[in-house]
């Protein structure tokens, strides 16, 4: 069992930008794949970001490339997104996920965290 931990979130200008933290407990994340996903009010839960265990497999949804880099620090056991130039589209609670391969599909992941609002003010 693993069990995700995210913090960092708040609010910010658009323009900003915020970390987002992602701990692990019980168990290392080191032989994890780990995801990033975030949900608007009455949107379904969507793809952000995910990095292989080994920090080198990288995928990003179309909307954030370029502004949100995910990365980890398996000594940490925490895996961490970069969120640059934040627009109010990137409004949501955001989750960070566990899982055996860099995936977009949250089905694909089996571990999940409690979420961090992140809110973007225009």
């Known amino acids: 069992q693993v069990q995700l931990a995210e913090s960092g979130g708040g609010l910010v200008q658009a323009g900003g930008s915020l970390r987002l933290s992602c701990a692990a407990s019980?168990?290392?994340?080191?032989?994890?794949?780990m995801g990033w996903f975030r949900q608007a009010p009455g949107k379904e839960r969507d793809f952000v970001a995910a990095?292989?265990?080994?920090?080198?497999?990288?995928l990003y949804a179309d909307s954030v490339k370029g502004r949100f880099t995910i990365s980890r620090d398996n000594a940490k056991n925490t895996v961490y997104l970069q969120m640059n130039s934040l627009k109010p589209d990137d409004t949501a609670v955001y989750y960070c996920?566990?899982?055996?391969?860099?995936?977009?599909?949250?089905?694909?992941?089996?571990?999940w965290g409690q979420g961090s609002q992140v809110t973007v003010s225009s």
């Open positions: 996920a566990a899982g055996a391969r860099v995936e977009a599909s949250a089905g694909r992941y089996a571990y």
């Open positions: 019980k168990r290392t994340l080191s032989t994890y794949a």
């Open positions: 990095l292989g265990w080994s920090g080198t497999n990288t």
